[in-house]
């Protein structure tokens, strides 16, 4: 009794403490490079919301590749625009303070947010993320399968939309192809293609195919067997659409698994990749091979907070990690092999 009275009172303190003394703990990277080891644990103010943006608790945040290629200097100079860098855009977490002109949500309030990719911010206590990209999390949405959500289902979502498919309950059967399916992105985008009566073949390696056709797979292929690296359907089909979640399968071994009309979506765009769908739209041609990037959109984070909320679709997580050792879960997704999602818990 007297035990769990002053283990409460020294709760209190140190949450009083941390707030009075108004830093937080957070991850950054002082410089380009250095893979996980180059992550250093540091002490920061807790930033203040400025106009049109809420200040959250964070209490998961989710990595994506997207995180560690900026590490690595994919898009040198520009991004990040300046070190030390606080990664990881994609959080779900507690509002405790709204900026200037910010009403949408209140102190309290649970909510999954992608905070800016430029300013970063995400891999730390609190995060400054702005009203526009925040959307209610309610109770039957975890911390982790929230915070999974933004980047990777937003990718799946918005791929399959680009090739046509579409959610509002009219789409067409169609035959889709989602490479990776075991991945970040790929295993929403089986979800979500079986949510818009499609008929999904998918490839992953051996050791998950069971798990990617309890996600709905019609057939799947592993994609370290001759059939697997050819893509091709067990049953025969051709593909309408497809999301291409990995890298390193040439136009040629699609072309011959496609319909007339297919559209090929590379989701993981290089200079060589952009170049290659320009060039092919010269010639407009009847298969299409696009490229994308995420946009973000609040109406689509609310749809799919909404499907997980209702048990249509869920986030499979890989792993979860302590905020302590976040250069282990980064170490873990760089290595390129994670089933679904990995999550950093606070
Ligand atoms: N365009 C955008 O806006 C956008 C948004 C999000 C992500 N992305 C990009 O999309 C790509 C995928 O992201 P992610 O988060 O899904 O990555 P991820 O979670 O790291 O993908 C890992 C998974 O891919 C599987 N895999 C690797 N090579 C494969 C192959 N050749 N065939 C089939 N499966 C393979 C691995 O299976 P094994 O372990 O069995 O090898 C593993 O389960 C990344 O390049 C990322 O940068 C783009």
Redesign the pocket.
């Known amino acids: 009794m007297l035990l769990t009275f002053l283990a409460s009172k020294v709760s209190i303190c140190t949450s009083f403490a941390t707030m009075a003394s108004k830093t937080m703990r957070a991850v950054w990277y002082d410089s380009y490079g250095g893979g996980a080891a180059g992550l250093k644990h540091v002490e920061v103010p807790i930033p203040s919301p400025k106009k049109g943006k809420i200040l959250l608790k964070v209490e998961a945040a989710a990595l994506?590749?997207?995180d560690w290629?900026i590490q690595k200097g994919i898009s040198r100079p520009f991004w990040p625009p300046k070190f030390p860098f606080i990664p990881v855009t994609d959080v779900a977490g507690e509002v405790v303070e709204v900026g200037p002109g910010a009403n949408r949500f209140k102190p309290g309030d649970k909510v999954v947010s992608m905070v800016s990719y430029m300013k970063g911010g995400g891999l730390a206590e609190y995060a400054v993320a702005g009203e526009a990209l925040t959307v209610t999390r309610p109770p039957e949405v975890s911390p982790a399968e929230g915070a999974g959500l933004p980047?990777?289902a937003?990718?799946a979502l918005q791929a399959l939309k680009i090739t046509g498919i579409n959610f509002d309950g009219t789409s067409k059967s169609s035959n889709v192809l989602i490479?990776?399916?075991?991945?970040?992105?790929?295993h929403y985008a089986v979800q979500l293609a079986k949510l818009a009566n499609s008929h999904v073949t998918a490839?992953?390696?051996a050791?998950?195919v069971e798990l990617v056709k309890s996600l709905g797979a019609d057939e799947v292929l592993d994609?370290k067997t001759p059939e697997g690296a050819s893509l091709k359907s067990p049953s025969g089909k051709k593909y309408d659409s497809v999301v291409h979640?990995?890298?390193?399968?040439s136009w040629s071994i699609f072309e011959p698994n496609l319909n007339a009309k297919a559209k090929v979506v590379e989701?993981?765009?290089t200079s060589w990749t952009i170049i290659r769908s320009a060039l092919r739209k010269l010639t407009f041609p009847k298969k299409q091979f696009l490229t994308?990037?995420?946009s973000p959109k609040k109406e689509d984070m609310e749809f799919l907070v909404e499907l997980v909320k209702e048990g249509k679709l869920k986030t499979l997580v890989d792993s979860k990690h302590p905020f302590s050792k976040a250069e282990e879960a980064w170490a873990k997704?760089m290595d390129?092999?994670?089933?679904?999602k990995v999550i950093i818990e606070m």
């Open positions: 994506n590749p997207i290629k980047f990777a937003l990718a490479t990776a399916a075991s991945g970040g992105v790929g490839t992953c390696g050791r998950n994609y979640c990995t890298i390193g399968i989701i993981t765009p994308m990037f995420v997704l390129g092999h994670a089933t679904g």
